[in-house]
């Protein structure tokens, strides 16, 4: 069966780094983008980032570019978010899901399989 298992989320202070994984398995990885999203208490969630297939395309929510970095190891079947300079507001729960395409959708409706998320917090 499909599964996708977050990990690497903490507590950090302001302008630390942390880098989550997304490990995959029961499907080949190699055919599909993945997302990074994120929700916040009180708040919808949100996409973060999203990789294709091959790793040759990225994208990023405007909130995170420049701080934020994804990327994947497809051999490994794990796909990582490496996030610095991180902020107050970068506190969420973090998941990662499985794209039904090869490339990047924007619309959440795109995705089908869901890990069930790391917590990162940022506070001092």
């Known amino acids: 069966q499909v599964q996708l298992v977050e990990s690497g989320g903490g507590l950090v202070q302001p302008g630390g780094s942390l880098r989550l994984s997304c490990v995959t398995s029961?499907?080949?990885?190699?055919?599909?983008?993945i997302g990074w999203f994120r929700q916040a208490p009180g708040r919808e969630r949100e996409g973060v980032s999203c990789?294709?297939?091959?790793?040759?395309?990225?994208d990023y929510a405007d909130s995170v570019k420049g701080r934020f970095t994804i990327s994947r190891d497809n051999a490994k079947n794990t796909v990582y978010l490496q996030m610095n300079s991180l902020k107050p507001e970068d506190t969420a729960l973090y998941y990662c899901?499985?794209?039904?395409?090869?490339?990047?959708?924007?619309?959440?409706?795109?995705?089908?399989?869901w890990g069930q998320g790391t917590q990162v917090t940022v506070s001092s």
């Open positions: 899901a499985t794209a039904t395409t090869a490339e990047c959708r924007p619309a959440q409706t795109e995705f089908d399989y």
């Open positions: 029961g499907f080949t990885l190699d055919y599909y983008a």
């Open positions: 990789i294709s297939s091959s790793g040759g395309s990225t």
